[in-house]
């Protein structure tokens, strides 16, 4: 008998800067999604965008994006500030959608997508990218067998050095489009997320230390995306700066775990550099995103090992997320394709995921929650260093 054909779906992307692309890029690979669309901050930019990522049509505003019957699954790619009104206007006209993180500038906005969302018929997701690398999923499901004992302490780091000089600027840095935090909200949110996802763990209370290392900086008159490189002397003008570029946390997790890390995009030699450690009463986990093929174990009574990213030694329920042999190095857009693929495969299956399941994918749940998260250490910060429990 012949094999039914996959239903194609079409897709379009709200905002096609840095991370826009590789959006287009994952879902291209799932075989059955039509790139659509694209919008851009104008017609000329969505024109223009378009014609670069090989969509049908350019549009210079979200809402004709939407509007487009042949755009089934909207993905939202803009800064933060804009996160709340396409994705609320997208569910409302019934689309399916795709965020990147976070998925609002703050948790009220976050509430209320959820919300809105529990009372729609569509997949929502939030693209938390980390989740999708064969080894983080190895680590997950050992540690869910019980390979490192009970869980007692989490440590680790996401450092970056792109925005180390007072030339270097992002609308990450501005309030009224990143939201309330820099480093915390841009990538140690990944590092809370990934540290819940690996475990299976709820971050329940947070102590933070923030600080802002360049309190004035040179901003472009023009806007840059992200990691460009600064323009001349001219374009620029002072801002005084108000979110952090650097954190340091304690944590406490719902087993009774303990943790700490640090976010930091001023820290010299650390390009993308998310470190997860995982200590057990048996056993400990490491995993590295800048040598992501590798997991190392530690143990305590015979010699650490280095499990690298082959699907033949790893187990069962993460080789499926390895799509090359053992030495063939696998990375970050591979990461982001396996979880395009998650959130794809419930869309094309036309289910909605069980919310009690952990899934690939974040949950606009578990994105309110990580907003409420970075919150609450901003908090705990303001408050001199307080133990805030995580609502
Ligand atoms: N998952 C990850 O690892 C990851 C990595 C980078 C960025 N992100 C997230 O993705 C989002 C975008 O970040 P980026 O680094 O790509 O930023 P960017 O500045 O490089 O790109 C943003 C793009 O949005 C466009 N834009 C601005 N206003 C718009 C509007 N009204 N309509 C349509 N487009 C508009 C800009 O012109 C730009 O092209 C952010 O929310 C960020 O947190 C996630």
């Excluded at 290392?213 to 806007?223: D, G, L, N, Y």
């Amino acid at each position: 008998m012949e094999k039914q054909a996959q239903k194609r779906l079409g897709m379009g992307i709200v905002g096609a800067g840095f991370v826009g692309p590789h959006h287009v890029d994952a879902v291209r690979r799932l075989g059955f999604v039509d790139i659509i669309a694209v919008a851009g901050s104008n017609e000329e930019s969505g024109r223009r965008k378009a014609e670069q990522l090989g969509a049908k049509r350019g549009y210079g505003s979200y809402e004709a994006l939407i509007d487009d019957p042949d755009v089934q699954v909207v993905h939202v790619a803009t800064p933060n500030h804009l996160h709340y009104s396409v994705i609320s206007t997208a569910i409302a006209k019934g689309k399916h959608v795709v965020s990147d993180k976070p998925l609002a500038a703050n948790s009220g906005e976050s509430r209320k997508l959820v919300e809105q969302a529990n009372r729609a018929n569509v997949v929502c997701g939030v693209t938390f990218n980390y989740r999708g690398n064969p080894l983080v999923q190895e680590a997950r499901h050992a540690i869910a067998n019980g390979a490192i004992g009970k869980p007692t302490f989490l440590h680790g780091y996401y450092l970056q050095d792109w925005l180390i000089k007072a030339t270097d600027y992002s609308w990450r840095l501005d309030p009224e489009k990143g939201g309330a935090s820099s480093a915390l909200g841009d990538i140690g949110s990944h590092w809370c997320d990934l540290a819940q996802h690996i475990t299976g763990l709820r971050i329940t209370h947070v102590l933070g230390d923030v600080s802002t290392v360049i309190p004035q900086r040179k901003k472009p008159r023009v806007a840059r995306e992200a990691f460009q490189a600064a323009g001349g002397a001219a374009d620029l003008e002072s801002v005084d700066i108000r979110v952090d570029d650097l954190a340091s946390v304690l944590v406490r997790f719902d087993n009774g775990a303990k943790g700490v890390f640090s976010a930091g995009q001023v820290c010299a030699g650390h390009k993308n550099d998310l470190v997860l450690e995982v200590c057990g009463s048996k056993a400990s986990m490491t995993w590295r995103q800048e040598q992501q093929n590798e997991l190392w174990i530690g143990h305590r009574d015979k010699a650490n090992e280095i499990l690298q990213k082959d699907p033949s030694l790893i187990s069962e329920e993460a080789r499926g997320y390895a799509r090359l042999p053992g030495g063939h190095q696998e990375a970050w857009a591979d990461a982001f394709c396996n979880v395009m693929r998650a959130i794809y495969g419930f869309i094309a299956a036309g289910k909605r995921p069980e919310p009690a399941q952990p899934q690939l994918f974040a949950s606009f749940e578990e994105g309110y929650r990580l907003n409420c998260i970075v919150e609450a250490i901003l908090d705990s910060a303001k408050q001199g260093g307080m133990w805030k429990e995580v609502l």
